[in-house]
Protein backbone atom coordinates (compact mmCIF):
# COMPACT_ATOMS: atom_id res chain seq x y z
CA UNK A 1 0.00 0.00 0.00
CA UNK A 2 1.25 3.61 -0.83
CA UNK A 3 2.53 5.73 2.19
CA UNK A 4 -0.72 8.24 1.25
CA UNK A 5 -3.18 5.52 2.00
CA UNK A 6 -1.70 4.03 4.84
CA UNK A 7 -1.79 8.01 6.11
CA UNK A 8 -5.68 8.37 5.12
CA UNK A 9 -6.47 4.71 6.81
CA UNK A 10 -4.69 5.70 10.27
CA UNK A 11 -6.75 9.21 9.96
CA UNK A 12 -9.87 7.25 9.39
CA UNK A 13 -8.96 4.87 12.22
CA UNK A 14 -8.79 8.20 14.66
CA UNK A 15 -11.54 9.59 13.57
CA UNK A 16 -13.24 6.65 14.44
CA UNK A 17 -12.20 6.32 17.93
CA UNK A 18 -12.35 9.90 18.81
CA UNK A 19 -16.57 9.29 17.61
CA UNK A 20 -16.63 5.85 19.64
CA UNK A 21 -15.18 8.07 22.79
CA UNK A 22 -18.04 10.58 21.98
CA UNK A 23 -20.61 8.10 21.67
CA UNK A 24 -19.82 7.09 25.40
CA UNK A 25 -20.13 10.27 26.89
CA UNK A 26 -23.79 10.23 26.87
CA UNK A 27 -23.71 7.20 28.41
CA UNK A 28 -21.96 7.71 31.80
CA UNK A 29 -23.95 11.15 31.79
CA UNK A 30 -27.00 9.26 31.47
CA UNK A 31 -25.95 6.27 33.89
CA UNK A 32 -25.46 9.25 36.61
CA UNK A 33 -28.92 10.12 36.02
CA UNK A 34 -30.25 7.16 36.21
CA UNK A 35 -28.67 6.36 39.73
CA UNK A 36 -30.09 9.98 41.13
CA UNK A 37 -33.71 8.35 39.94
CA UNK A 38 -32.92 7.13 36.75
CA UNK A 39 -35.34 9.17 34.81
CA UNK A 40 -33.30 11.99 33.41
CA UNK A 41 -35.52 15.81 34.89
CA UNK A 42 -37.64 16.95 32.47
CA UNK A 43 -37.05 19.91 30.88
CA UNK A 44 -37.86 23.37 32.29
CA UNK A 45 -41.54 23.61 32.13
CA UNK A 46 -43.48 26.67 30.39
CA UNK A 47 -45.10 29.10 32.88
CA UNK A 48 -48.39 27.62 32.23
CA UNK A 49 -47.29 24.12 33.63
CA UNK A 50 -49.62 22.47 35.82
CA UNK A 51 -49.03 20.79 39.14
CA UNK A 52 -50.71 17.66 40.22
CA UNK A 53 -52.50 19.96 43.16
CA UNK A 54 -53.47 22.19 40.78
CA UNK A 55 -54.93 19.60 38.45
CA UNK A 56 -56.94 18.27 41.04
CA UNK A 57 -58.10 21.59 42.09
CA UNK A 58 -59.48 22.87 37.98
CA UNK A 59 -61.08 18.88 38.10
CA UNK A 60 -62.82 19.69 41.06
CA UNK A 61 -63.85 22.94 40.33
CA UNK A 62 -64.85 22.14 36.56
CA UNK A 63 -66.99 19.11 37.16
CA UNK A 64 -70.66 19.30 36.15
CA UNK A 65 -71.42 15.76 37.84
CA UNK A 66 -69.87 17.09 41.22
CA UNK A 67 -71.72 21.04 41.23
CA UNK A 68 -75.11 18.80 40.40
CA UNK A 69 -74.62 16.10 43.11
CA UNK A 70 -73.39 19.08 45.34
CA UNK A 71 -76.55 20.84 44.79
CA UNK A 72 -78.47 17.87 45.61
CA UNK A 73 -76.90 17.36 48.71
CA UNK A 74 -77.34 20.86 49.98
CA UNK A 75 -81.04 20.65 48.84
CA UNK A 76 -81.13 17.42 50.93
CA UNK A 77 -79.91 18.80 53.79
CA UNK A 78 -82.29 21.82 53.79
CA UNK A 79 -85.28 19.07 53.52
CA UNK A 80 -84.15 17.47 56.34
CA UNK A 81 -83.78 20.67 58.71
CA UNK A 82 -87.43 22.11 57.67
CA UNK A 83 -88.48 18.40 58.91
CA UNK A 84 -88.15 19.89 62.21
CA UNK A 85 -91.53 21.19 61.08
CA UNK A 86 -93.26 18.01 62.63
CA UNK A 87 -92.28 18.82 65.92
CA UNK A 88 -94.28 21.76 66.11
CA UNK A 89 -97.97 23.04 66.07
CA UNK A 90 -100.34 22.91 62.83
CA UNK A 91 -102.69 26.44 62.52
CA UNK A 92 -105.46 26.20 60.18
CA UNK A 93 -108.17 28.81 59.65
CA UNK A 94 -111.88 27.89 58.55
CA UNK A 95 -114.45 29.76 57.31
CA UNK A 96 -118.49 29.05 57.24
CA UNK A 97 -121.25 30.65 55.52
CA UNK A 98 -124.37 28.20 56.27
CA UNK A 99 -128.06 28.71 55.05
CA UNK A 100 -130.86 26.98 56.28
CA UNK A 101 -134.35 27.10 55.03
CA UNK A 102 -137.33 25.97 56.97
CA UNK A 103 -140.29 25.73 55.57
CA UNK A 104 -143.30 27.46 57.54
CA UNK A 105 -140.84 28.36 60.06
CA UNK A 106 -137.63 30.96 60.21
CA UNK A 107 -135.17 30.81 58.46
CA UNK A 108 -131.25 30.79 59.77
CA UNK A 109 -128.35 32.37 58.50
CA UNK A 110 -124.89 31.34 60.09
CA UNK A 111 -121.45 32.48 60.04
CA UNK A 112 -118.75 31.35 61.70
CA UNK A 113 -114.72 32.05 61.58
CA UNK A 114 -112.77 29.32 64.04
CA UNK A 115 -109.06 29.26 64.07
CA UNK A 116 -107.64 25.41 65.34
CA UNK A 117 -103.85 24.89 66.40
CA UNK A 118 -103.22 21.18 66.71
CA UNK A 119 -99.44 19.53 68.59
CA UNK A 120 -98.20 16.71 68.69
CA UNK A 121 -97.68 15.13 72.09
CA UNK A 122 -96.23 11.98 71.98
CA UNK A 123 -95.63 9.81 69.05
CA UNK A 124 -94.03 6.86 70.91
CA UNK A 125 -90.61 8.11 69.38
CA UNK A 126 -91.50 7.36 65.85
CA UNK A 127 -90.53 11.10 64.48
CA UNK A 128 -87.35 11.00 66.61
CA UNK A 129 -86.37 7.72 64.78
CA UNK A 130 -87.43 8.95 61.05
CA UNK A 131 -85.15 11.92 61.46
CA UNK A 132 -82.12 10.11 62.52
CA UNK A 133 -82.63 7.63 59.55
CA UNK A 134 -82.93 10.53 57.75
CA UNK A 135 -80.05 12.26 58.69
CA UNK A 136 -77.60 9.24 58.60
CA UNK A 137 -78.95 9.10 55.37
CA UNK A 138 -78.02 12.54 54.61
CA UNK A 139 -74.33 11.80 56.01
CA UNK A 140 -73.77 9.26 53.69
CA UNK A 141 -75.49 11.39 50.72
CA UNK A 142 -72.44 13.90 51.85
CA UNK A 143 -70.03 11.01 52.01
CA UNK A 144 -71.05 9.94 47.99
CA UNK A 145 -70.45 13.61 47.57
CA UNK A 146 -67.30 13.39 48.70
CA UNK A 147 -66.24 10.18 47.23
CA UNK A 148 -67.58 11.83 43.74
CA UNK A 149 -64.65 14.09 44.48
CA UNK A 150 -61.88 10.88 45.56
CA UNK A 151 -63.40 9.00 42.27
CA UNK A 152 -62.66 12.33 40.11
CA UNK A 153 -59.33 12.99 41.91
CA UNK A 154 -57.90 9.44 41.38
CA UNK A 155 -58.57 9.57 38.15
CA UNK A 156 -56.72 12.79 37.70
CA UNK A 157 -54.10 11.42 39.46
CA UNK A 158 -53.67 8.18 37.51
CA UNK A 159 -53.73 10.41 34.42
CA UNK A 160 -51.06 12.48 35.87
CA UNK A 161 -48.84 9.86 36.69
CA UNK A 162 -49.22 8.01 33.40
CA UNK A 163 -48.38 11.00 31.73
CA UNK A 164 -45.05 11.88 33.89
CA UNK A 165 -43.82 8.11 33.40
CA UNK A 166 -44.54 8.20 29.46
CA UNK A 167 -42.75 11.77 29.60
CA UNK A 168 -39.61 10.50 31.45
CA UNK A 169 -39.57 7.15 29.05
CA UNK A 170 -39.42 9.11 26.53
CA UNK A 171 -36.81 11.42 27.50
CA UNK A 172 -34.56 8.36 28.07
CA UNK A 173 -35.59 6.84 25.13
CA UNK A 174 -34.47 9.96 23.04
CA UNK A 175 -31.06 9.78 24.96
CA UNK A 176 -30.37 6.39 24.26
CA UNK A 177 -31.58 6.51 20.55
CA UNK A 178 -28.81 9.63 20.16
CA UNK A 179 -26.11 6.96 21.86
CA UNK A 180 -27.29 4.26 19.24
CA UNK A 181 -27.68 6.97 16.26
CA UNK A 182 -23.67 8.12 16.86
CA UNK A 183 -22.82 4.30 17.12
CA UNK A 184 -24.95 3.60 13.84
CA UNK A 185 -22.72 6.08 12.17
CA UNK A 186 -19.68 5.02 13.66
CA UNK A 187 -20.94 1.96 11.81
CA UNK A 188 -21.56 2.80 8.80
CA UNK A 189 -18.24 4.19 8.30
CA UNK A 190 -16.53 0.77 9.53
CA UNK A 191 -18.94 -0.40 6.48
CA UNK A 192 -16.98 1.74 4.07
CA UNK A 193 -13.89 0.94 4.80
CA UNK A 194 -14.52 -2.60 5.35
CA UNK A 195 -14.12 -2.86 9.15
CA UNK A 196 -17.26 -4.83 10.08
CA UNK A 197 -19.25 -6.94 7.55
CA UNK A 198 -22.71 -5.83 6.07
CA UNK A 199 -24.59 -7.78 8.34
CA UNK A 200 -23.54 -6.26 11.23
CA UNK A 201 -24.55 -3.35 9.84
CA UNK A 202 -28.04 -4.24 9.15
CA UNK A 203 -28.20 -5.34 12.74
CA UNK A 204 -26.76 -2.07 14.23
CA UNK A 205 -29.62 -0.47 11.94
CA UNK A 206 -32.20 -3.02 13.04
CA UNK A 207 -31.17 -1.85 16.70
CA UNK A 208 -31.61 1.84 15.70
CA UNK A 209 -35.36 1.28 14.04
CA UNK A 210 -36.21 -0.79 17.10
CA UNK A 211 -35.57 2.73 19.25
CA UNK A 212 -37.18 4.87 16.77
CA UNK A 213 -40.22 2.60 16.96
CA UNK A 214 -40.47 2.54 20.77
CA UNK A 215 -39.96 6.24 20.89
CA UNK A 216 -42.98 6.60 18.55
CA UNK A 217 -45.51 4.34 20.64
CA UNK A 218 -44.11 6.01 23.40
CA UNK A 219 -45.09 9.60 22.50
CA UNK A 220 -48.32 8.01 20.98
CA UNK A 221 -49.07 7.16 24.99
CA UNK A 222 -47.89 10.39 26.19
CA UNK A 223 -50.70 12.21 23.97
CA UNK A 224 -52.96 10.25 24.52
CA UNK A 225 -52.92 10.37 28.33
CA UNK A 226 -52.28 14.16 28.22
CA UNK A 227 -55.68 14.10 25.67
CA UNK A 228 -57.33 12.45 28.55
CA UNK A 229 -56.48 14.26 31.23
CA UNK A 230 -57.48 18.16 29.29
CA UNK A 231 -61.09 16.09 28.98
CA UNK A 232 -61.09 15.90 32.66
CA UNK A 233 -59.91 19.53 33.20
CA UNK A 234 -62.35 20.93 30.62
CA UNK A 235 -59.82 22.02 28.52
CA UNK A 236 -60.09 21.80 24.53
CA UNK A 237 -58.34 19.53 22.36
CA UNK A 238 -56.45 22.46 20.79
CA UNK A 239 -55.03 23.73 24.01
CA UNK A 240 -51.50 22.98 25.49
CA UNK A 241 -51.05 21.20 28.21
CA UNK A 242 -47.70 21.22 30.51
CA UNK A 243 -47.00 19.31 33.64
CA UNK A 244 -44.63 20.65 35.59
CA UNK A 245 -44.42 17.56 38.36
CA UNK A 246 -41.83 14.17 37.84
CA UNK A 247 -41.88 10.81 39.01
CA UNK A 248 -39.48 10.30 41.54
CA UNK A 249 -37.48 6.37 40.36
CA UNK A 250 -36.03 6.56 44.06
CA UNK A 251 -39.57 6.21 45.29
CA UNK A 252 -39.55 3.21 48.39
CA UNK A 253 -43.04 3.50 49.28
CA UNK A 254 -44.57 4.87 52.57
CA UNK A 255 -43.38 2.65 55.74
CA UNK A 256 -46.86 0.92 56.45
CA UNK A 257 -47.23 -0.77 59.93
CA UNK A 258 -46.92 -4.30 59.71
CA UNK A 259 -50.28 -5.30 61.58
CA UNK A 260 -53.37 -4.91 59.27
CA UNK A 261 -55.51 -4.49 62.86
CA UNK A 262 -54.04 -0.84 62.52
CA UNK A 263 -55.76 -0.01 59.04
CA UNK A 264 -58.74 -2.07 59.87
CA UNK A 265 -59.37 -0.38 62.26
CA UNK A 266 -59.05 3.00 60.36
CA UNK A 267 -61.22 1.05 57.24
CA UNK A 268 -64.07 0.29 59.83
CA UNK A 269 -64.36 3.79 60.81
CA UNK A 270 -64.26 5.31 57.35
CA UNK A 271 -65.22 2.86 54.89
CA UNK A 272 -68.60 3.94 52.98
CA UNK A 273 -69.40 0.58 52.46
CA UNK A 274 -69.58 -0.34 56.04
CA UNK A 275 -70.96 2.65 56.83
CA UNK A 276 -73.82 2.07 54.49
CA UNK A 277 -74.46 -1.35 55.63
CA UNK A 278 -74.58 0.31 59.53
CA UNK A 279 -76.83 2.66 58.56
CA UNK A 280 -79.07 -0.45 56.89
CA UNK A 281 -79.08 -2.29 59.75
CA UNK A 282 -80.11 0.96 62.11
CA UNK A 283 -83.19 1.04 59.46
CA UNK A 284 -84.48 -2.30 60.32
CA UNK A 285 -83.39 -2.04 63.80
CA UNK A 286 -86.24 0.60 64.04
CA UNK A 287 -88.63 -0.72 61.59
CA UNK A 288 -88.64 -3.77 63.77
CA UNK A 289 -89.11 -1.15 66.81
CA UNK A 290 -91.80 0.65 65.12
CA UNK A 291 -93.70 -3.04 64.20
CA UNK A 292 -93.41 -4.07 67.93
CA UNK A 293 -95.02 -0.40 69.27
CA UNK A 294 -98.08 -1.04 66.98
CA UNK A 295 -99.99 -0.55 70.13
CA UNK A 296 -98.37 2.59 71.52
CA UNK A 297 -100.30 5.53 70.41
CA UNK A 298 -100.01 9.06 68.69
CA UNK A 299 -101.22 11.89 70.87
CA UNK A 300 -102.31 14.66 70.17
CA UNK A 301 -103.98 17.74 71.21
CA UNK A 302 -105.92 20.10 69.42
CA UNK A 303 -107.46 23.59 70.72
CA UNK A 304 -110.28 25.06 68.35
CA UNK A 305 -111.54 28.91 69.13
CA UNK A 306 -113.95 29.99 66.89
CA UNK A 307 -116.79 33.35 67.00
CA UNK A 308 -119.91 33.04 64.98
CA UNK A 309 -123.49 35.01 64.64
CA UNK A 310 -126.38 35.13 62.43
CA UNK A 311 -124.80 38.86 61.32
CA UNK A 312 -121.54 40.89 61.49
CA UNK A 313 -120.07 42.02 63.83
CA UNK A 314 -119.60 38.01 64.99
CA UNK A 315 -120.85 38.11 68.86
CA UNK A 316 -121.16 33.99 69.79
CA UNK A 317 -117.53 32.72 70.72
CA UNK A 318 -116.62 29.23 71.99
CA UNK A 319 -113.44 27.40 72.30
CA UNK A 320 -113.21 23.25 72.10
CA UNK A 321 -110.14 21.36 73.01
CA UNK A 322 -109.94 17.89 71.98
CA UNK A 323 -107.39 15.05 72.75
CA UNK A 324 -107.11 12.35 70.16
CA UNK A 325 -105.26 8.70 70.33
CA UNK A 326 -104.31 7.19 67.60
CA UNK A 327 -103.22 3.05 67.61
CA UNK A 328 -101.63 2.84 64.09
CA UNK A 329 -102.10 -1.25 63.81
CA UNK A 330 -102.51 -2.69 60.25
CA UNK A 331 -104.41 -5.06 61.24
CA UNK A 332 -107.05 -3.06 63.82
CA UNK A 333 -106.34 0.66 63.39
CA UNK A 334 -108.29 2.26 66.32
CA UNK A 335 -108.43 6.20 66.91
CA UNK A 336 -110.00 7.38 70.43
CA UNK A 337 -110.56 10.91 71.56
CA UNK A 338 -112.26 12.99 74.37
CA UNK A 339 -112.90 16.79 74.13
CA UNK A 340 -114.58 20.00 76.15
CA UNK A 341 -115.86 22.84 75.46
CA UNK A 342 -117.34 26.13 76.29
CA UNK A 343 -119.58 27.96 73.84
CA UNK A 344 -120.70 31.73 75.53
CA UNK A 345 -120.91 32.19 79.25
CA UNK A 346 -123.67 29.76 79.21
CA UNK A 347 -122.93 26.40 77.49
CA UNK A 348 -120.30 23.91 78.19
CA UNK A 349 -119.59 20.39 76.67
CA UNK A 350 -117.87 17.05 76.99
CA UNK A 351 -117.64 13.89 74.66
CA UNK A 352 -115.92 10.96 73.87
CA UNK A 353 -115.34 8.78 70.89
CA UNK A 354 -113.87 6.20 68.78
CA UNK A 355 -113.30 4.32 65.60
CA UNK A 356 -111.35 1.32 64.72
CA UNK A 357 -111.36 -0.61 61.63
CA UNK A 358 -111.44 -4.36 61.69
CA UNK A 359 -109.20 -6.51 59.49
CA UNK A 360 -108.04 -4.00 57.33
CA UNK A 361 -104.90 -4.72 56.35
CA UNK A 362 -104.18 -8.64 57.35
CA UNK A 363 -100.33 -7.99 56.48
CA UNK A 364 -99.99 -6.50 59.80
CA UNK A 365 -100.47 -9.79 60.98
CA UNK A 366 -96.71 -10.31 59.47
CA UNK A 367 -95.19 -7.21 59.97
CA UNK A 368 -92.80 -8.11 63.06
CA UNK A 369 -91.46 -11.54 61.62
CA UNK A 370 -90.73 -9.89 58.43
CA UNK A 371 -89.26 -7.00 60.12
CA UNK A 372 -86.85 -9.49 62.63
CA UNK A 373 -86.04 -11.10 59.37
CA UNK A 374 -84.73 -8.35 58.10
CA UNK A 375 -82.88 -7.17 61.04
CA UNK A 376 -81.24 -10.22 60.74
CA UNK A 377 -80.55 -9.93 57.36
CA UNK A 378 -79.00 -6.63 57.59
CA UNK A 379 -76.56 -8.12 60.75
CA UNK A 380 -75.51 -10.78 58.44
CA UNK A 381 -74.58 -8.03 55.53
CA UNK A 382 -72.79 -6.03 57.77
CA UNK A 383 -70.81 -8.80 59.01
CA UNK A 384 -70.18 -9.85 55.22
CA UNK A 385 -68.75 -6.33 54.33
CA UNK A 386 -66.88 -5.96 57.65
CA UNK A 387 -65.15 -9.80 56.54
CA UNK A 388 -64.77 -8.53 53.04
CA UNK A 389 -63.36 -5.63 53.80
CA UNK A 390 -60.69 -6.63 56.12
CA UNK A 391 -59.81 -9.07 53.82
CA UNK A 392 -59.12 -6.46 51.00
CA UNK A 393 -57.03 -4.45 53.44
CA UNK A 394 -55.03 -7.47 54.50
CA UNK A 395 -54.76 -8.31 50.85
CA UNK A 396 -53.75 -4.67 49.55
CA UNK A 397 -51.30 -4.22 52.06
CA UNK A 398 -49.83 -7.06 50.92
CA UNK A 399 -49.79 -6.27 47.52
CA UNK A 400 -48.02 -2.60 48.56
CA UNK A 401 -45.18 -4.56 50.22
CA UNK A 402 -44.84 -6.54 46.88
CA UNK A 403 -44.92 -3.66 44.97
CA UNK A 404 -41.82 -1.94 46.71
CA UNK A 405 -39.91 -5.38 46.87
CA UNK A 406 -40.41 -5.62 43.40
CA UNK A 407 -39.32 -1.54 42.53
CA UNK A 408 -35.77 -2.24 45.07
CA UNK A 409 -35.30 -5.06 43.03
CA UNK A 410 -35.98 -3.18 39.51
CA UNK A 411 -33.44 -0.12 40.84
CA UNK A 412 -30.88 -3.05 41.66
CA UNK A 413 -31.64 -4.27 38.13
CA UNK A 414 -31.15 -0.71 36.42
CA UNK A 415 -27.86 -0.27 38.49
CA UNK A 416 -26.55 -4.02 37.11
CA UNK A 417 -27.63 -2.57 33.99
CA UNK A 418 -25.25 0.79 34.05
CA UNK A 419 -22.18 -1.21 35.00
CA UNK A 420 -22.72 -3.68 32.34
CA UNK A 421 -22.94 -0.65 29.83
CA UNK A 422 -20.14 1.03 31.42
CA UNK A 423 -17.91 -2.27 31.15
CA UNK A 424 -19.26 -3.13 27.40
CA UNK A 425 -17.92 0.54 26.33
CA UNK A 426 -14.19 -0.03 27.49
CA UNK A 427 -14.70 -3.71 25.47
CA UNK A 428 -15.56 -1.78 22.69
CA UNK A 429 -12.86 0.36 22.65
CA UNK A 430 -10.51 -2.82 22.81
CA UNK A 431 -11.82 -4.46 20.17
CA UNK A 432 -13.42 -7.48 21.80
CA UNK A 433 -17.28 -7.13 21.16
CA UNK A 434 -19.15 -6.22 18.32
CA UNK A 435 -20.95 -2.54 18.41
CA UNK A 436 -24.24 -3.75 18.08
CA UNK A 437 -23.92 -5.84 21.38
CA UNK A 438 -23.21 -2.22 22.86
CA UNK A 439 -26.57 -1.00 20.93
CA UNK A 440 -28.25 -3.77 22.43
CA UNK A 441 -27.43 -3.32 25.76
CA UNK A 442 -28.19 0.71 25.61
CA UNK A 443 -31.32 -0.25 24.62
CA UNK A 444 -31.85 -2.66 27.30
CA UNK A 445 -30.67 -0.26 29.81
CA UNK A 446 -33.41 2.29 28.60
CA UNK A 447 -36.02 -0.73 29.12
CA UNK A 448 -34.67 -1.46 32.70
CA UNK A 449 -35.10 2.40 33.55
CA UNK A 450 -38.71 2.88 31.48
CA UNK A 451 -39.50 -0.68 34.06
CA UNK A 452 -38.51 1.15 36.82
CA UNK A 453 -40.81 4.16 36.35
CA UNK A 454 -43.57 1.67 35.72
CA UNK A 455 -42.45 -0.09 39.23
CA UNK A 456 -42.69 3.11 41.28
CA UNK A 457 -46.06 3.97 39.38
CA UNK A 458 -47.07 0.88 40.39
CA UNK A 459 -46.37 1.61 44.35
CA UNK A 460 -47.98 5.03 43.78
CA UNK A 461 -51.14 3.47 42.61
CA UNK A 462 -51.33 0.43 45.17
CA UNK A 463 -50.74 3.44 48.26
CA UNK A 464 -54.01 4.95 46.91
CA UNK A 465 -56.06 1.60 46.42
CA UNK A 466 -55.15 1.29 50.22
CA UNK A 467 -56.24 5.08 51.20
CA UNK A 468 -59.64 3.73 49.08
CA UNK A 469 -60.61 0.81 50.95
CA UNK A 470 -59.42 3.05 54.20
CA UNK A 471 -61.78 5.25 53.57
CA UNK A 472 -59.57 8.51 53.49
CA UNK A 473 -59.08 11.24 50.74
CA UNK A 474 -56.02 11.07 48.72
CA UNK A 475 -52.76 12.48 50.47
CA UNK A 476 -53.98 10.85 53.76
CA UNK A 477 -51.85 7.64 53.98
CA UNK A 478 -48.89 9.78 53.99
CA UNK A 479 -49.56 11.48 57.22
CA UNK A 480 -51.27 8.16 58.65
CA UNK A 481 -47.85 6.46 58.09
CA UNK A 482 -45.92 9.84 59.87
CA UNK A 483 -48.48 9.09 62.58
CA UNK A 484 -47.82 5.44 62.76
CA UNK A 485 -44.19 5.70 62.91
CA UNK A 486 -44.10 8.49 65.44
CA UNK A 487 -46.43 6.10 67.64
CA UNK A 488 -43.97 3.20 67.14
CA UNK A 489 -40.91 5.54 67.86
CA UNK A 490 -42.03 6.60 71.07
Not at 31 to 54: F, R, T, Y
Not at 460 to 475: D, I, K, S, T
Request: a neutral charge; hydrophobic letters at 45%; proline letters at 3%.
Amino acid sequence: MRPAGLLFTALLFICIACAAADSQAPSAAFGASASAGMAPKAPAAPAAAVSLEEAEARALARSTELAILRLRTRAQARTWTLGIREYLPRLSVAFDDARTIVMGGPDSRTKSLALTIEQPLFDGGRVAARRALARAGLLLDGRASADGEDALVDRVRGLYWQALVQREKLAIQEEIRAITGRQLEISRTEMRIGAIREIDLVEAELEEARAALTIGDTRALLEERLDQLKECLGMGPEELLALSGRIDAGYRGLELPGDPHVLIAVALGNNTAVKRQELEAQKALEELRAARREFVPRISLAVTASISGERYPLQDPSITGELVFDFPGRAFPLSASLSAGRTGRKERSAGSGAEAAVLEDLGGWTDRAAAALAREESLLRKEQTVEGLCSQVRRALAACAQKKAAAALQKRTVALAEKRVAILGRQLDLGEIKRVDYMAAQTQLARDASALLESVLAVLEGERELERLLGVRAGELAVLARRWEKGAGE
